[in-house]
């Protein structure tokens, strides 16, 4: 299983912006698997009350890169919220995993 670590400070929920405590975005790779899974695990200045629903995740990392793509909501607690990647996270290639 390959795997890379994004720490970002900056992520809009369906195009609103949220104020961001603390996020990762993790992404990884199968040993046989084409495609890539990712997930975002981000814990918010405000409380939030999200629905379990798809939402179009988009985050920013320090040095401004983009990452986006379509996740599903499969925990939260009004702080700390899990959107499951849901399809293609444009913006990452797999050749940046580690070798």
Do not use: C, I
């Not at 629905?51 to 890169?65: M, S």
């Amino acid at each position: 299983m390959r795997h890379k670590k994004f720490r970002f400070s900056h992520l809009r929920l369906n195009g609103v912006p949220v104020e961001v405590h603390y996020g990762d975005l993790l992404v990884a790779q199968g040993e046989v698997a084409v495609g890539v899974d990712w997930e975002v695990v981000v814990t918010t200045q405000d409380e939030l009350h999200l629905e379990p629903a798809p939402y179009d995740v988009h985050v920013e990392t320090a040095d401004a890169r983009q990452l986006w793509g379509p996740g599903l909501l499969v925990r939260s607690d009004g702080r700390a919220h899990v959107f499951r990647g849901g399809g293609v996270l444009a913006g990452f290639s797999v050749d940046e995993f580690p070798a």
